[in-house]
């Protein structure tokens, strides 16, 4: 699991109990101490007057410590009423994802008075960051140990995973796109402007051409060779065949290193079966378990899509790149989410044993031998996340839902599981209406909130059904 380093912002507006600041700023850490997925950040009373933020010359030490310990979100909580102008300026400063609390009221004072007033100066906090224009997320007016805010925090930590991996990405893009899929076409120009995104393109040619040059006995070869063996039942696939997938993993890993990729949009078929004798579907499974988003047909935004949830879980676990496929026969509410063999074997079902089985649909087409490839076997069941980002016109939006994977007894071809919605009618007329491809990326969890939060602060219109 990846931790996200936080930067604490404990506001304080002089001259509000100064003693209540000073212990709901230790309570906050003493709660935020308890989250795994976070480090914190956070001003000592060597830097500012009993570690809290009251002043334009706070936040200037603050801003200087969070910049020297690449701070990469900001809680902002009002202590007491907190001081508007340097809690905002860091804020406005650091340029990286806020999330906004308040502290509640403690007991009156002996004589009728108020320690904190912080649902109060919580309202200046916000409009000042409004004001300006600056996007946050508000977790509410809590006391720190409270499972809510905790909770709000885990949440946001996930969401600042995501544009941290987002923004900047380069992506690889391996081969063209199949000819007839115009659905998988996309626009690098407002990835550039408004992600600082890097599309990195290689041909097959190359590809080929780096895994055939490595040695059968190749160290980091056997090594794949031998976990393949180890996770799947290959008694299909002749040696060769297998041979061919690792030393293409391997090429790819290098490519991937070489470039620093986040993830790859993979040309997965024809040329691959016909010039290089294997579908790469496993391959591209064992790299999006490893961290690196493979996705299938040249999909770009898909490859991104697939980051997106995958840092947004904090690598806790991989997305499957998917169709949607059918409809199930029998209930309506259920869809086959499917693809050919790509799936990452860690997600296999308990009692689905992934068999190497050769390409369904282009075996036939193509023949046994170099359509062999495909990681077969049904998901996991559980709770899962479903999205797909699409561009129009240079705006960008996400498709954000959710279901329920749901086990089969039944035997398909591909990697493969039924998805249960609420209203497949519904969810199915907006990826029509709304111009979403055929293409999704689904992981398991519930990342829908972490995800509505990315696409909030870098402009990306959701689409939640």
Request: charged fraction near 25%; include cysteine; proline fraction near 3%.
């Amino acid at each position: 699991m990846e931790k996200v380093t936080l930067g604490f912002i404990p506001a304080h507006r002089v001259p509000f109990n100064e003693d209540w600041a000073i212990e709901m700023r230790k309570r906050t850490l003493e709660a935020l101490g308890g989250i795994e997925e976070v480090e914190i950040v956070v001003p000592d009373a060597e830097l500012t007057q009993n570690g809290l933020v009251r002043d334009d010359a706070d936040a200037e030490k603050v801003i200087g410590l969070f910049e020297e310990q690449g701070v990469e979100g900001l809680l902002l909580g009002a202590m007491t009423f907190g001081d508007e102008i340097s809690a905002v300026s860091i804020v406005e400063n650091m340029d990286v994802p806020a999330l906004l609390f308040g502290t509640k009221e403690g007991a009156f004072t002996a004589d009728g008075g108020r320690r904190s007033d912080a649902f109060c100066g919580t309202l200046s906090i916000s409009s000042g960051l409004y004001r300006r224009k600056i996007p946050f997320v508000f977790s509410g007016i809590c006391f720190p140990e409270e499972e809510q805010f905790l909770q709000d925090v885990r949440r946001f930590a996930g969401t600042v995973s995501a544009i941290q991996a987002f923004m900047g990405a380069k992506i690889g893009l391996v081969g063209p796109r199949p000819e007839r899929f115009e659905t998988c076409a996309f626009n690098e120009y407002p990835m550039i402007e408004q992600f600082g995104q890097r599309v990195v393109q290689t041909s097959l040619v190359d590809v080929f051409g780096a895994a055939r040059a490595l040695k059968d006995d190749d160290p980091e070869v056997l090594q794949i060779v031998e976990e393949i063996r180890a996770r799947a039942d290959c008694s299909a696939a002749s040696d060769g065949a297998i041979r061919k997938m690792a030393k293409l993993e391997q090429a790819l890993l290098e490519f991937a290193e070489e470039k620093t990729l986040s993830g790859m949009g993979i040309q997965c078929w024809t040329a691959m079966q016909s010039e290089y004798g294997i579908s790469p579907c496993t391959t591209m499974g064992r790299l999006t378990e490893q961290g690196i988003m493979a996705a299938c047909e040249v999909d770009i935004h898909g490859a991104l899509t697939m980051l997106a949830q995958y840092r947004a879980t904090l690598g806790r676990t991989v997305p499957h790149f998917i169709d949607w496929t059918i409809q199930h026969q029998e209930n309506e509410n259920a869809f086959l989410a499917w693809h050919c063999g790509n799936g990452p074997q860690c997600l296999a079902s308990k009692n689905s044993k992934p068999h190497l089985r050769a390409h369904s649909i282009l075996g036939e087409m193509l023949g046994q031998e170099c359509s062999m490839g495909c990681a077969e076997f049904q998901l996991q069941a559980g709770a899962v996340t479903l999205n797909r980002l699409v561009e129009y016109d240079g705006d960008f939006k996400m498709l954000i839902t959710k279901g329920e994977s749901v086990p089969s007894d039944q035997q398909l071809r591909g990697s493969w599981s039924w998805v249960e919605v609420p209203s497949l009618d519904i969810l199915y007329r907006t990826l029509v209406e709304q111009g979403f491809t055929h293409h999704a990326s689904m992981i398991h969890g519930d990342v829908t909130g972490e995800l509505a939060d990315f696409c909030m602060f870098l402009g990306i219109e959701v689409v939640m059904v």
